[in-house]
Structure formats: structure tokens, C-alpha cells
């Protein structure tokens, strides 16, 4: 496919959207309320927006690699601070899907040379955490799949574990935190996890002075 392609094809969508609402971009262009923010894996096959029925407007996006939550992130915690304490979003949502090509690499042995391994080796940490159950899945397909749902789950409590949603929770009751799993082959969310505010967790992990 030609690169030409996708700026073509974005003059026929600007000229569509304004054909069905002449107002279309200048109310978007004066105003961002999402009350959603996506935390999902970089994944062609996973578009936020396509896969939930949202509009522009309406859902503030992050994307990596097996949609890690790792605490050293600037960029995550950079948009993680940005939608709770200034878009003031709900709930954030972190998406992973079955067949996880980031997930499938980080349990083999195969070395992905300096950076990827660097990222891989957060996901060997959270198949560590579940061994026990992972290793008596014999199954290759099916051990990916439980481990795209536990590494959700993993991540959501990484998210609760920031000083940014426990200061969110105690002064805002907001968000609600919630970890999800798409299906490439069948396009369903499958709901795995999820955390009300004031959850209690692991007292290290707790803040006192918030
Ligand atoms: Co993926």
C-alpha cells in the first residue's frame, strides 16, 4: 500500500465528517473530555476507538509493547498523570489481547537483543509471579493466553500502586480501574479485573501522606 493512500483517504474522511456535521473538528478543536483513558498494546489489530465504538473526544489513548505499566515509564506516567489530574477521566482501561506477539516473545528464551529484551523481561517478571499455574498449562497457545490475562491483571495493580491514583482515589473517588482482554479472533473484550477506588493493597505499597 502506498503511503499516498492514507493521506488520500484522510481528505475523503475529514470531507465525510464535515458533509455529516458542519461543526465537526471546531467542537473538537475547543474541547477535550475524554473520561476514559486506554492503556493498550501497540498492536495494528487493536485500535482503541474502532473496537469500543468511540469517537475522537472521547477516549485518551497510551500504546506499548503488551501494555506494560512499568513505574520508570515517563511517558505512561506523563499521560497517567495528565488524564487523571487534569482531563480528570473515570476510568482507565489496560487492554491486552490473546495471541500477544509481546507476550508469546517473552516466553520463549530467544534473545531479541538490548532493548527488546529489556521490555520482554518486565513480562518474564510477571510470568515468575504466576509459575505454578503457567507451567501446568501445557499448552503453548493456551499458557499465552493466561499469561495476556494475568499480565492485565499485573499491570492494573502496577497503576494502583502510583501515588497518582491513590492521591485520585482518596480526593476524588475516581477512577475506577479496570483490565480487559480482546479477542483477535472473535473481536469480543473479555473483562479479567478490575479495582474500585479506595482498594486496599500491600501496605508498602500504600501512601499515608497523600
Ligand atoms: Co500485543
Given at each position: 500500500m502506498p503511503y499516498e493512500k492514507l493521506l488520500h483517504d484522510n481528505k475523503a474522511w475529514a470531507k465525510e465528517m464535515v458533509q455529516d456535521n458542519p461543526d465537526y473538528f471546531k467542537r473538537l478543536a475547543q474541547?477535550?473530555?475524554?473520561?476514559?483513558?486506554?492503556?493498550?498494546?501497540?498492536?495494528?489489530r487493536v485500535p482503541a476507538d474502532r473496537i469500543t465504538g468511540t469517537q475522537p473526544g472521547e477516549i485518551f489513548v497510551h500504546r506499548n509493547i503488551a501494555n506494560l505499566v512499568i513505574h520508570t515509564d515517563v511517558n505512561l506516567l506523563s499521560v497517567l498523570d495528565f488524564a487523571?489530574?487534569?482531563?480528570?477521566?473515570?476510568?482507565?482501561?489496560?487492554?491486552?489481547?490473546?495471541?500477544?506477539?509481546?507476550?508469546?516473545?517473552a516466553i520463549t528464551n530467544h534473545d531479541y537483543k538490548y532493548i527488546l529484551n529489556m521490555w520482554l523481561r518486565n513480562i518474564k517478571d510477571v510470568y515468575l509471579l504466576y509459575k505454578d499455574e503457567l507451567d501446568a498449562i501445557k499448552d503453548e497457545e493456551q499458557k499465552t493466553n493466561r499469561l495476556v490475562e494475568l499480565n492485565v491483571k499485573e499491570q492494573v495493580l502496577r497503576l494502583a500502586k502510583t501515588s497518582?491514583?491513590?492521591?485520585a482515589w482518596k480526593y476524588d473517588n475516581r477512577p475506577m480501574l479496570h483490565g480487559w482482554v480482546y479477542g483477535l479472533k472473535d473481536g469480543i473484550i473479555k473483562t479479567i479485573f478490575d479495582m474500585q477506588p479506595g482498594t486496599a493493597l500491600d501496605s508498602i505499597y500504600e501512601y499515608d501522606d497523600l
Open positions: 474541547l477535550q473530555t475524554p473520561e476514559f483513558l486506554w492503556i493498550g498494546c501497540s498492536d495494528s487523571v489530574n487534569h482531563l480528570k477521566i473515570k476510568h482507565v482501561i489496560v487492554c491486552g489481547h490473546y495471541g500477544c506477539g509481546g507476550i508469546k516473545a497518582i491514583i491513590q492521591r
